[in-house]
């Protein structure tokens, strides 16, 4: 962990010219990657000026070169976009700071990595949607991110986490760890092991599409959480997309189907009791609602035909890694008690069999949609 203290504060902030009065340093939000402090200064003329100051972690992200190539390159193409299309650009994406000497990032005597933003005031973050309208916005301002960066070159980006949404890479991973079955576990999860032989053929659905040429690469934010988008504290709008060390090129509806397999059901990642484990279609269908008005007919009719792909390949790809993981020990995914992997990839192939009870009409509200947006 990387700590803000006296001595790498001064480091920083003389990196990036702050001179004004520190009032407050403070440790900041709940991710588990990245150390965040929000730090609020009274400039030279009595402006209080809010940043976020955050270590960017090189064990998970081994690049910081590139990862802050892609940070800076799309945040500084949405802010041109915004104030094109008349919007706030302080508001509606982050603004990235650089150095003194125009870096994207600094090292502090310790060699760990910092970058600094503005710190976007009067918003609120949120882990769980309490309402159906907050679903909606998330998907809305997903959408709008899509469709602001349409006409980006997604190949001037870099992978930083290497055939990250690749279910074929996926699926072979799993199979080179059930072979090994180093923990001895494959027969505690037999059930689980058929049913990713079942789906076998559904790995290389997205991957042929875009080998193929049907699908598109894009510029994609990949961790489509409820929790990476800004809220308006007052009104509950959707105001900015956040977290953005994983945009890189990639297929729109695995943005779209990250977010229905993490949002469109009532229960826990890991939970033990698969009666409480629903797809729930009137979920899918605002969020589906609120993505197609955000992405305002950016998206081909491919892509359209695709997005019940998307919810389904990400749902099984990440039951996958769940269940790859538990094979090979825990190794990747942090657990707190025994079996807590396999408890998430069952739930995450409950939610793909539910999908697949409800196929014809997730793809029939998206076509239903498509008519009325």
Request: proline fraction near 3%; glycine fraction near 6%; include cysteine.
């Amino acid at each position: 962990m990387a700590r803000l203290d006296e001595v790498v504060a001064k480091e920083v902030f003389e990196a990036y010219g702050f001179q004004g009065e520190v009032l407050e340093k403070i440790p900041f939000g709940s991710g588990h990657i990245n150390d965040t402090y929000r730090v609020t200064m009274k400039e030279a003329d009595g402006r209080i000026t809010k940043y976020i100051v955050q270590n960017i972690n090189t064990n998970a992200f081994k690049n910081p070169d590139q990862l802050m190539h892609n940070v800076m390159s799309v945040t500084d193409y949405l802010r041109r976009e915004i104030a094109k299309n008349g919007g706030d650009p302080e508001r509606e994406t982050l603004h990235m700071l650089r150095t003194k000497d125009g870096g994207n990032y600094t090292r502090d005597h310790n060699g760990d990595v910092w970058r600094s933003y503005i710190f976007v005031d009067h918003t609120i973050c949120l882990m769980k949607a309490e309402t159906p309208e907050l679903f909606y916005e998330s998907a809305r301002t997903f959408g709008r991110f899509q469709r602001m960066l349409r006409d980006f070159p997604a190949e001037t980006l870099y992978e930083t986490i290497e055939r990250f949404h690749d279910t074929e890479n996926r699926l072979a991973n799993f199979k080179k760890a059930l072979e090994e079955d180093k923990m001895g576990r494959a027969a505690q999860c037999a059930e689980q092991i058929a049913f990713v032989k079942e789906h076998e053929a559904d790995c290389s659905v997205a991957m042929n599409a875009l080998r193929e040429g049907k699908l598109p690469l894009r510029v994609t934010h990949n961790d489509t959480k409820l929790n990476n988008v800004l809220m308006d504290e007052k009104t509950g709008e959707g105001i900015c997309v956040i977290d953005l060390d994983t945009v890189m090129p990639g297929l729109s509806i695995n943005d779209f189907g990250d977010s229905i397999r993490f949002g469109a059901n009532h229960c826990e990642e890991d939970e033990n009791d698969m009666s409480k484990v629903q797809f729930d279609l009137p979920l899918y269908e605002i969020y589906t609602k609120g993505f197609l008005e955000g992405t305002g007919g950016s998206l081909t009719e491919a892509e359209l035909e695709y997005l019940p792909w998307g919810a389904k390949l990400m749902t099984l790809e990440c039951g996958i890694r769940f269940l790859t993981d538990y094979l090979e020990g825990d190794v990747y995914f942090k657990i707190s008690r025994p079996d807590q992997n396999l408890d998430r990839c069952r739930t995450q192939f409950k939610l793909v069999s539910d999908m697949e009870e409800n196929w014809e009409a997730m793809n029939e509200i998206v076509q239903g949609l498509c008519k009325k947006i």
